[in-house]
């Protein structure tokens, strides 16, 4: 069964950083572009980055310029880093393909404190 596992979350004052995980199984990421997403309370799930296949990674305007994404390919994960972050980046963060296709995963929880 396909699985995303989501990691790395937590509470950060303004300003501060954190670096989130993705880990895959019973997929590969080569077969598929994969994506990072978020759900704030209340707001529909946003789409951050798209890491496709083989090309560049697409950053949306979401947290453009406050975000990098990178893929290990060989171990089926990918890690988002974002920094200078702002209380409206408080959501649950998930990973999933670009469009979605396997069940949603647990997403890790970010809080971010003014």
């Known amino acids: 069964q396909v699985q995303l596992v989501e990691s790395g979350g937590g509470s950060v004052q303004a300003g501060g950083s954190l670096t989130l995980s993705c880990v895959a199984s019973?997929?590969?990421?080569?077969?598929?572009?994969m994506g990072w997403y978020r759900q704030a309370p209340g707001k529909q799930r946003q789409l951050l980055a798209t890491?496709?296949?083989?090309?560049?990674?697409v950053i949306s305007d979401v947290m453009k310029g406050r975000i990098s994404v990178s893929k290990d390919t060989a171990k089926d994960s990918m890690v988002l880093q974002m920094r200078n972050l702002r209380p409206d980046d408080t959501a649950v963060y998930y990973c999933n393909g670009v469009p979605p296709k396997y069940p949603w995963g647990q997403g890790t929880q970010v809080i971010v404190s003014s």
């Open positions: 890491v496709p296949r083989g090309s560049d990674i």
């Open positions: 019973q997929f590969t990421f080569s077969q598929t572009a």
